[in-house]
């Protein structure tokens, strides 16, 4: 497919997704979405920038796809690594490990988006994924293992130095957050998910990871 | 070996075991076994839902007025719908009355999920079991374009722009890239579109993509944001001021005739692409006559859309409410939530223990227990199952009844509904199908009913849209801009201990939620889903759930392609949410069926 830059005028600055993806409710599924979260609390961009929590949207993320330039993912990647391990993709790499990932909209991949978006001739121009290994997915209701959550700082630091070479530089927040399209709402944030959680004993959480080993090898 | 169920299906378990595992295209994880006879034909099917969710365990000792955001977070795809339904879960447990603008936001903010579902499910992800892709390479352009001008007025139908698409796709198909055709049965004889109406499908599945996006705006309208819109316990989270200006703060009328216009397109889209594409479709696919199962005999609607608020009597709900059994269309039966008696789930096939699992539990005292065991029919080991043994425990779906019957819900059952309560806006447009293909009225309970079902539901909902938008207004025009009831916001404002339930009918069917509130936080909190009640399992009677129904007696042309199978199942928009597994980049892609 040929793909389409969009067209800019000299000086204008490239359009910039910051993107999380996966579920909070999945433990370190979470962590794309945690990174974001993270990032926008403590960093304002210009209005070329967009943060988005984008969940476990699959179609919807499209549009938001076909609107950038530079595409900046945090995501929990199987890269086969030891868990909690941080590595950075990029450019035509990245379909690759998105690839099997199944995010949700019916299972919609975040492959499936990208490849939507360049079948719709829109496609970003440059893209880099930030992805950890996870410690624990199988867990819901649970929220990042210490490993992964302190990926979460350099995992912004790499996104930062990336934008750098785009001549953007994410100012230490002021109380004013940039163009924000999407954030948990405070209900859902990292603190107050994690210290909202029943016991053990209160609710039963055993259930999933069994029965995904069971038919995992069908 | 055969055996008659309760509900009157007859299945056999000899012949050949297909596993379909996982079903793709779908929500969260399904997998699905099914019994062949000699002439390929499904005598016996068993749905499992693999994978176990509980709300309870995230909400448990929460705050009731927080958790309309977890549940927002336990699908992709119901987002909103779920918010939906927690907020009226709390609001019923407080006695809490919304304002009238509030109804009529959140009438719109659930049309337009209705709408967008409808259309996205229809185009992405089930056009592509009758739609194939790879014909559409050799289509005629022209003749493309002569058959698309002959269903509908819609403009973009030159030879150029069907030869455009199919340039684009044939780039695409050969760059080695399939994305989103990549788990075709390309080629498949049970395929039966000629090329020109395949490449025609194929240009409106990118103009939906494109188009949709537009759809989703009102959401940002009025929820805030998107894609996880904010939720308000006593009403909707959004100020009015229709003298105010620019796109951020309160809505003004510059947003709200945004959401006119936006509306409007829609309903040309619908209209003029949708409608016409699903009975071309259709009418290629006549005899095609499997898949209705249940729905003949037992659907189930909760009711939805209240033309005015506080008032949730059946008589006000714009989706009607009701129930119909034993393929009684005579009498459409009252459905009352709270009633111990009506809705019960069962647990003697699913992976959980009751004290007593000859039983059902009403949800308000539903029972979360695991009890992972299988049956000694099993082929294979607890941890590599082969072959299901469905006379055992073999879901994680409970199997939720209606006064003791496994029943349908989602779009088929709210228009059998309201067909057979001779409601003119459901029974007019069922009847002009049938009459424009030709088809009579047992032809409505099939694999393509529900389908359509689906289709004149996206017209209805977005009709309705206009009417709501249409209202809201005039009653801002008229000096009231109340969104939002925040008198019993404060926990102190409400009793020790409370119970509500609410629900809605999402675009796949019956949702509700069930909350039991304890000095303000939640004791409890279950949800019975669309899937649960179209996945379920048997239950101790025998009586089998809607997708085992809707798949027996279907021919199967190629066994080790479960095109059909997938077709039928499609048809449900199943959603069994709601996590998302990572797996390696050479993990597992395609639907595998394999033949035992």
């Known amino acids: 497919m040929p793909r389409t830059a969009r067209a800019h005028a000299m000086n204008e600055p490239p359009n910039i997704l910051i993107l999380g993806i996966g579920n909070v409710l999945w433990a370190d599924e979470g962590f794309g979405?945690?990174?974001?979260?993270a990032l926008a609390g403590r960093y304002r961009f210009g209005p070329n920038v967009r943060l988005l929590d984008g969940g476990t949207q699959g179609i919807y993320l499209v549009d938001q796809v076909r609107w950038t330039?530079?595409?900046?993912?945090?995501?929990?990647?199987?890269?086969?690594l030891p868990p909690g391990t941080l590595k950075r993709v990029e450019g035509a790499e990245v379909p690759r490990f998105l690839g099997a990932k199944k995010m949700s909209l019916h299972q919609t991949g975040f492959q499936e988006v990208l490849a939507l978006a360049d079948l719709l001739g829109e496609y970003p121009q440059h893209l880099l994924l930030i992805g950890v290994q996870p410690v624990e997915l199988?867990?819901?209701?649970?929220?990042?293992?210490?490993?992964?959550?302190?990926?979460?700082?350099?995992?912004i630091e790499l996104a930062l130095e990336f934008l750098a070479g785009f001549g953007v530089h994410g100012e230490p927040l002021d109380g004013n957050p940039g163009r924000l399209v999407d954030l948990p709402d405070p209900a859902l944030s990292l603190d107050a998910y994690e210290s909202g959680r029943p016991s053990e004993a209160t609710a039963c959480r055993v259930g999933d990871p069994r029965v995904l080993a069971a038919f995992g090898g069908a | 070996m055969s055996i008659k169920t309760p509900n009157g299906f007859t299945l056999d378990s000899s012949g050949t075991r297909v596993v379909v595992d996982p079903v793709t295209r779908i929500e969260g994880h399904l997998r699905v076994e099914v019994n062949l006879d000699a002439d390929d034909v499904i005598r016996n099917a068993v749905s499992t839902g693999t994978m176990w969710r509980g709300l309870e365990v995230i909400l448990k000792g929460r705050d009731p007025r927080d958790a309309w955001a977890f549940t927002e977070r336990i699908c992709g795809v119901c987002t909103g719908?779920?918010?939906l339904t927690s907020v009226r879960a709390v609001e019923d447990a407080l006695g809490i009355a919304i304002p009238e603008n509030a109804n009529t936001i959140r009438n719109i903010m659930q049309l337009t999920l209705q709408s967008h579902d409808h259309l996205v499910h229809f185009y992405h992800l089930h056009a592509l079991d009758w739609v194939d892709v790879v014909s559409a390479l050799k289509a005629d352009p022209k003749a493309t374009s002569t058959l698309a001008q002959s269903i509908s007025s819609w403009p973009q139908s030159s030879p150029g722009w069907f030869r455009d698409v199919q340039n684009r796709l044939k780039r695409f198909v050969e760059s080695g890239q399939l994305g989103p055709f990549m788990n075709g049965y390309w080629g498949n004889p049970a395929y039966k579109l000629p090329p020109e109406a395949n490449l025609m499908a194929v240009a409106h599945y990118l103009e939906a993509l494109d188009f949709q996006r537009e759809i989703v705006k009102i959401h940002t309208v009025y929820g805030?944001?998107?894609p996880h819109p904010n939720w308000l316990v006593g009403g909707v989270p959004c100020a009015i001021?229709?003298?105010?200006t620019g796109a951020v703060g309160a809505v003004n009328m510059e947003r709200l005739n945004l959401v006119s216009s936006i509306i409007d397109r829609t309903i040309d889209f619908i209209d003029q692409v949708y409608l016409p594409d699903l009975l071309a479709i259709a009418s290629f696919y006549k005899d095609w006559t499997f898949g209705g199962g249940l729905s003949s005999r037992s659907v189930l609607s909760y009711g939805d859309i209240p033309e005015r608020a506080n008032d949730n009597s059946a008589a006000n709900q714009c989706l009607p409410r009701g129930a119909i059994i034993n393929g009684n269309l005579k009498e459409v039966l009252d459905v009352d939530l709270r009633d111990p008696q009506q809705i019960q789930e069962f647990v003697a096939h699913s992976w959980y223990s009751y004290p007593d699992e000859r039983k059902g539990?009403?949800?308000?005292?539903?029972?979360?227990?695991?009890?992972?065991?299988?049956g000694p029919n099993t082929k294979g080991t607890k941890t590599n199952i082969q072959q299901i043994d469905e006379g055992d425990k073999y879901s994680w779906i409970k199997a939720p009844r209606w006064r003791g019957h496994a029943m349908e819900v989602g779009p088929l059952a709210r228009w059998v509904i309201g067909y057979a309560k001779g409601i003119p806006e459901f029974k007019e447009p069922v009847e002009k199908v049938l009459t424009d293909l030709g088809l009579p009225v047992t032809a409505l309970f099939s694999t393509l009913g529900r389908t359509a079902a689906r289709g004149l539901e996206a017209s209805w909902a977005v009709h309705k849209l206009r009417y709501f938008q249409d209202k809201l207004v005039a009653n801002l025009k008229a000096g009231d801009s109340s969104t939002a009831n925040v008198t019993k916001w404060d926990p102190s404002t409400w009793p020790k201990e409370a119970r509500g339930v609410g629900t809605t009918e999402a675009p796949r069917g019956a949702l509700g939620h069930w909350i039991v509130i304890k000095k303000g936080?939640?004791?409890n909190y279950q949800a019975v889903v669309p899937t649960t009640w179209n996945g379920s399992p048997r239950d101790p009677a025998g009586n089998i759930g809607a997708f085992e129904a809707a798949l027996l007696n279907t021919p199967v042309a190629v066994p080790d392609q479960p095109l059909e199978i997938l077709r039928t199942l499609h048809s449900f928009d199943p959603c069994l949410a709601c996590s998302t597994h990572v797996m390696s980049p050479e993990g597992e892609e395609l639907t595998r069926a394999k033949v035992r």
Do not use: M, Q
């Not at chain 1, 979405?33 to 979260?37: D, F, G, I, N, S």
């Not at chain 2, 001021?241 to 105010?244: A, I, K, P, R, Y």
């Not at chain 2, 539990?361 to 299988?374: A, I």
């Open chain 1, 33 to 37: 979405v945690r990174a974001v979260e």
């Open chain 1, 69 to 80: 330039d530079v595409l900046v993912v945090f995501d929990a990647v199987d890269y086969g």
């Open chain 1, 138 to 155: 199988d867990d819901f209701g649970g929220s990042l293992r210490p490993p992964v959550k302190a990926c979460i700082f350099p995992a």
């Open chain 2, 81 to 83: 719908t779920h918010a």
């Open chain 2, 224 to 226: 805030g944001k998107n």
């Open chain 2, 241 to 244: 001021n229709l003298d105010g």
């Open chain 2, 361 to 374: 539990l009403h949800p308000w005292d539903g029972v979360t227990e695991p009890n992972f065991v299988l």
């Open chain 2, 521 to 523: 936080r939640i004791e």
